[in-house]
């Protein structure tokens, strides 16, 4: 079974409403006495996806690409990161991060002992295998998903990321908190490694007004996040802020979608799609408090998964991404597996989707599941790591019905070759294909 859909039979508990009238593309959020405004991705915008030339990758030919650790399958990946969202210099070394297990685990299931291992680089592009980052037992989670990393003021690395389930459970759960630590990176001319860790904490957890619960998500929902932190520094303000994955707040019953699904039977079921991308703002100059927000884009009745946003400031714009499954979209419609984006002149709202529709890259149509989990770097280098490639025509589900081989044998799980996407105003464009692993 696939982890995301794996339903919730704890009762739905009343919470806050998260009432949606999608006419325009923009949802009323109403909570206590308080009400924002929250563009919410309508399902008009995503009936005018159109893959073209601007937006669709080229084929990835897995046969010509290097792992830069065969040893193990290598999954959503982010580097360190200064405060300006670029890859950070540390001591002449760069260094990332990635969702990592042993290779011969079965990928579909790789999820369930996910941990994050690091990489480091003199050149940005060959990559050596720096080991688990915590080594120590002290995670929090039964695993580790992911998250995003910045040098701290003082040197130091400063790293959020997602705690799934609990420490030493003994059925796996679902639960997702978003928990911070740091630590000192320590170079020598050979290897870089990290010492002196600060505790784990548990920073943010969700509320239930802005952000669905587990109990809140219930039976009846098909997936569940809160998760994938990502720092951003607003360079307008200075303000600190993580964006995370998460669900609209509220139970199924108390949802509404407006207007109605075309087929008008279909509309009780567009209801249980309610993606959002979250905001909470630093309170503290150690980024161990933070306040939770409204959201700042919600996907009801739209698309229940908008996996590990990012944001990157270009010109006098903010722009927001997130990736998605074919399969996350509401029913009746047909949007590939890529990456979408989003502009607003001011941070917190206001976002209009890039391109008209919100589609930034598409997997190719023979090859539509080939990477995942694009970021978008400051300079417009996209990086992705290799999915499932060459898939004769089957969809995820099918595959994930393959035998263990099969799957090994399809999944890449290693770095892409990396692409360079220009933005202009609301609209990009892939420009062209980059060396595999490059995130400069
Ligand atoms: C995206 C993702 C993330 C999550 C991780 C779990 O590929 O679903 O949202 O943190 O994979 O492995």
């Not at 703002?281 to 700042?296: G, R």
């Not at 995942?372 to 060459?390: A, H, K, L, Q």
Request: aromatic share 10%; hydrophobic share 35%.
């Amino acid at each position: 079974m696939n982890w995301k859909n794996v339903k919730l039979f704890s009762a739905a508990v009343i919470g806050a409403s998260a009432i949606m009238t999608a006419t325009t593309g923009t949802g009323v959020f109403a909570q206590g006495t308080s009400t924002s405004t929250v563009f919410n991705w309508s399902r008009e915008a995503v009936s005018h996806i159109d893959m073209n030339e601007n937006n669709t990758a080229p084929v990835i030919q897995m046969e010509d690409l290097e792992e830069m650790a065969p040893e193990y399958h290598v999954w959503d990946t982010w580097p360190l990161q200064d405060r300006n969202g670029n890859l950070a210099v540390v001591n002449g070394y760069k260094i990332i991060f990635a969702l990592t297990v042993p290779s011969d685990v079965i990928p579909g299931k790789r999820h369930d002992t996910a941990g994050i291992r690091y990489f480091y680089s003199k050149d940005g592009q060959s990559w050596k295998v720096g080991g688990l980052l915590f080594n120590d037992g002290q995670a929090l989670g039964s695993r580790q998903w992911a998250g995003s990393a910045i040098v701290d003021k003082n040197g130091k690395l400063h790293i959020f990321y997602t705690a799934t389930g609990r420490k030493n459970e003994t059925h796996l759960t679902y639960e997702q908190r978003l928990a911070t630590a740091t630590a000192e990176i320590k170079t020598t001319d050979a290897s870089v490694t990290f010492a002196n860790w600060s505790d784990h904490k548990v920073i943010l957890e969700p509320d239930g007004q802005y952000y669905q619960t587990q109990e809140q998500a219930g039976q009846g929902e098909s997936s569940y996040a809160f998760r994938d932190p990502y720092f951003f520094q607003d360079p307008k303000t200075g303000e600190e802020y993580l964006l995370f994955e998460a669900n609209s707040a509220g139970s199924l019953a108390q949802r509404t979608c407006q207007p109605e699904h075309p087929n008008t039977d279909l509309t009780e079921e567009s209801k249980s799609y309610n993606g959002s991308i979250g905001v909470a703002k630093a309170v503290n100059d150690n980024l161990t408090e933070f306040q939770i927000l409204p959201p700042v884009l919600e996907a009801n009745c739209v698309n229940e998964e908008l996996e590990r946003p990012g944001m990157i400031v270009k010109g006098n714009r903010y722009y927001l991404f997130t990736k998605t499954h074919h399969e996350k979209f509401a029913l009746g419609l047909d949007a590939p597996e890529g990456l979408y984006g989003f502009t607003s002149a001011s941070l917190m709202g206001g976002y209009q989707p890039l391109n008209g529709s919100g589609l930034v890259i598409a997997n190719p149509q023979d090859n539509p599941y080939q990477a995942y989990s694009w970021m978008v770097m400051p300079n417009g280098t996209v990086i992705s790591f290799v999915n499932y490639v060459d898939v004769d025509g089957q969809n995820i589900h099918e595959i994930g019905e393959q035998s263990p081989d099969y799957q090994r044998e399809h999944f890449g799980g290693m770095l892409a070759p990396s692409l360079h996407l220009s933005i202009t105003g609301d609209q990009t464009k892939v420009v062209h294909e980059k060396k595999q692993g490059v995130f400069h």
